[in-house]
């Protein structure tokens, strides 16, 4: 099963009961998309430990108030073997971040795409376009 959240604007603490309710009642969630959920925070994430076994597949982009904390929470994702961040601004040392949970998801590809690169990719599709 996929799950993909995009463009959330429900206020907090049904967006928060939201997700704990997917992640809990859906134990077969593979794959999961969080973007531009404006509500999601690092409690947000620590509600996802209830899908350690089955989650495989992460995106968390463009979520401004996810920090180094709700990141680190996912370490407790053990299946995890992809993880795509991008444009996450409350995070202030993403490399630590993910040096850590690459220490403590080994088999995990973890790819963070910063601002500067995601401006080179739209350059770049500009360029091919004209």
Do not use: W
Not at 112 to 124: A, R
């Amino acid at each position: 099963m996929i799950v993909k959240v995009t463009f959330s604007a429900v206020i907090s603490y049904y967006f928060n009961d939201s997700l704990l309710i997917i992640s809990a009642g859906c134990n077969h969630i593979r794959t999961m998309k969080l973007n531009h959920c404006i509500y999601l925070d690092d409690g947000s994430l620590l509600q996802l430990d209830h899908l350690k076994d089955s989650l495989t597949r992460l995106q968390v982009s463009s979520c401004g108030d996810v920090s180094d904390k709700g990141l680190a929470s996912l370490n407790k994702l053990q299946n995890l073997t992809n993880l795509f961040l991008f444009d996450l601004p409350a995070v202030k040392d993403i490399d630590s971040v993910i040096q850590s949970l690459h220490k403590d998801l080994p088999q995990c590809d973890i790819k963070y795409l910063s601002e500067k690169e995601l401006e080179e990719i739209k350059l770049g599709k500009d360029d091919k376009q004209s």
